[in-house]
């Protein structure tokens, strides 16, 4: 391995570097009580939303930088609409579709003046950060609304009882959650060697074997120590099954289909994508439809979470997902980045948020490390692109 | 240059200059209106820029992707991409150009110009036209490259496809072309065959035009 090689896998994974220094950190710190079962557990049930609203977001910022500032007040908007649904004994499950519909139709309002009106991102949001505030005080009156439909909140992840329960039963280890673990990752070990299968027949150039092992060794020992730990405690939080599903779509849309592929170049250069042939519009309509979706979602995420609305919820939530793009190495400029980075950025957030807190750091200066990471990261992207 | 041709070029290509534009358009004798680009494309006319790095490039894109983001169809189904087939489009056409790059995986901003332009011009290939519009192909690229890209353009044509190459240096015009149109201030001042063209006339056509108003 030459010294070139060393240099850019450092920077590939500077982020992932950054992410374990700051647990080892933390680990010493806190006298190891980050990494116990209960504290992973709570890492991943009060960050959903930031994974959600993240993965929304990366799509806007890959058109060019551009970013949602009203998804939080969204969120607000659509988790009081469904919590005044739901206390008027309307069914949970068309509350639910009504919620991630009013959701996706906000995307439209705001994406329809974002893609054919030219309206700048920036403004069109700022405007719906303002309206879906007030909206939100109006649907709730200025109350606070309590939800008490026990399948809305297991399904979603609120309450006492939001966990996938023990089929196995394993006594004091959650034993559903620890195959569920070990079936992932021997599930991704047989993607990965599928690929490098396929790729070898058609004489593809592959990556080199110590590489992959490396790779693949550390994802299965993360993924199955995750769940180890989660069946120390109540099992696979059913938070994390809606984060998973949203993550592996959103990896899928951006790496696989054609519209992803139009994000990338849209925010890549918007000329020469107009020049071939593609109508630059429809990226960005469809960017800020998907935020919108993902607003009603983690609208949802958060209602439940909190068992009741209140016209306070989902403030600077937009900040924490466009934190965890950029962190994750999402490119200011657009065009560049993941739905990876995007885990990274949210698990750092999450990391740092919870292990101030065990430390007793104060609210304050916890938001002072956070505003100095996320310099720190946009630094390092304006930095690397300097270079070339 | 000032004399309209990039204007022009672009304005065939599906009004991709501005929709502002009057005439008419016609290929093989059959009139036909072209509103975007995508419309350009489906009417088998390509238009290779002269600026690759504004208007033709995806530089942070690696060649694989440049390659195929004007016919996306090619290598998709219902909207899903199939990469193998990506990959082996991307394979092929650095062959056949013979681009120099250690990978089709490496970004389009790492090339030279000569094999940035050759990129360009395998995506627009890889949309099967039947008119070829080139834009100052040569424009500052060395002279290997430039001999390369001479020979790619009489393949095309061999191949049956009609090129019209727009350019500014006299002996490439008269070196590879048929027919020659000759633009000064947004119009044109003359037309010859090659056989009959030198620098001098060449040269004359466009002083006299200058001379007329």
Request: proline letters at 2%; glycine letters at 10%; a neutral charge.
């Amino acid at each position: 391995m030459s010294n070139v090689n060393v240099l850019a896998v450092l920077k590939k994974y500077t982020m992932v570097i950054a992410l374990v220094l700051i647990v080892i950190l933390f680990q010493v710190t806190t006298q190891g009580k980050i990494l116990i079962p209960q504290n992973v557990n709570n890492l991943i049930s009060q960050n959903a939303y930031v994974f959600v609203l993240a993965a929304g977001m990366l799509l806007c910022i890959l058109t060019g930088g551009n970013i949602d500032l009203a998804c939080g007040s969204v969120v607000c908007f659509v988790g009081g609409i469904g919590a005044v649904m739901m206390d008027k004994n309307i069914n949970v499950w068309i509350s639910v579709l009504a919620m991630l519909a009013i959701g996706a139709l906000v995307g439209v309002w705001q994406g329809y003046w974002i893609a054919y009106v030219k309206v700048p991102p920036f403004i069109a949001t700022l405007a719906g950060m303002y309206a879906f505030r007030g909206l939100s005080n109006v649907v709730l009156q200025g109350y606070t609304v309590g939800i008490s439909n026990t399948t809305f909140l297991n399904v979603f992840g609120g309450g006492a009882d939001c966990f996938v329960p023990d089929f196995l039963g394993g006594g004091s280890l959650n034993m559903t959650c620890f195959a569920a673990g070990i079936l992932i990752a021997a599930i991704y070990v047989a993607a990965i060697l599928k690929n490098r299968i396929s790729a070898k027949a058609n004489g593809y150039e592959v990556a080199p074997l110590y590489s992959v092992i490396i790779k693949a060794v550390v994802i299965c020992a993360v993924i199955v120590w995750l769940f180890y730990t989660l069946a120390n405690y109540k099992g696979i939080p059913t938070a994390l099954i809606w984060i998973a599903v949203v993550l592996l779509a959103y990896a899928y849309v951006t790496t696989k289909t054609t519209m992803g592929r139009y994000l990338y170049a849209v925010g890549g250069n918007e000329k020469a994508t107009k020049l071939s042939g593609i109508d630059p519009r429809k990226p960005y309509f469809f960017a800020y439809i998907n935020m919108g979706l993902m607003s009603g979602l983690a609208g949802i995420l958060t209602v439940a979470r909190a068992t009741q609305a209140q016209p306070t919820f989902g403030q600077m939530y937009e900040m924490d997902a466009i934190a965890a793009c950029f962190i994750g190495g999402a490119s200011a400029y657009g065009g560049e980045g993941g739905i990876f980075g995007v885990i990274i950025g949210a698990v750092l957030m999450g990391i740092i948020n919870q292990g101030m807190s065990i430390m007793g750091v104060e609210a304050n200066w916890q938001k002072v490390v956070k505003g100095l990471v996320l310099l720190a990261a946009i630094i390092f992207d304006v930095m690397s692109n300097k270079k070339k | 240059m000032g004399a309209g041709r990039t204007e022009l070029a672009m304005s065939v290509f599906g009004r991709s200059y501005g929709t502002n534009i009057t005439g008419t358009l016609k290929i093989n004798g059959q009139e036909i209106t072209l509103k975007n680009a995508r419309e350009a494309i489906n009417a088998k006319l390509a238009y290779v820029t002269e600026d690759r790095k504004g208007n033709g490039l995806i530089l942070s894109n690696p060649i694989r992707v440049n390659t195929s983001i004007a016919n996306m169809v090619g290598v998709s189904d219902n909207g899903i991409i199939d990469v193998d087939k990506e990959y082996q489009v991307a394979v092929e056409y650095k062959d056949k150009l013979k681009t120099k790059t250690p990978s089709v995986e490496q970004n389009v901003g790492n090339l030279s110009g000569g094999n940035q332009q050759k990129v360009l011009l395998a995506k627009w290939m890889f949309t099967d036209p039947d008119i070829l519009i080139l834009d100052e192909p040569t424009r500052g690229i060395d002279v290997g490259a430039k001999y390369e890209i001479y020979c790619i353009i009489n393949q095309l044509v061999s191949e049956g496809k009609s090129v019209i190459m727009i350019s500014s240096e006299l002996p490439e015009v008269i070196g590879m072309s048929d027919r020659i149109y000759i633009m000064n201030e947004g119009k044109f001042v003359g037309e010859m065959p090659a056989n009959e063209a030198t620098q001098e006339n060449i040269m004359a056509a466009i002083i006299q035009s200058g001379k007329g108003e």
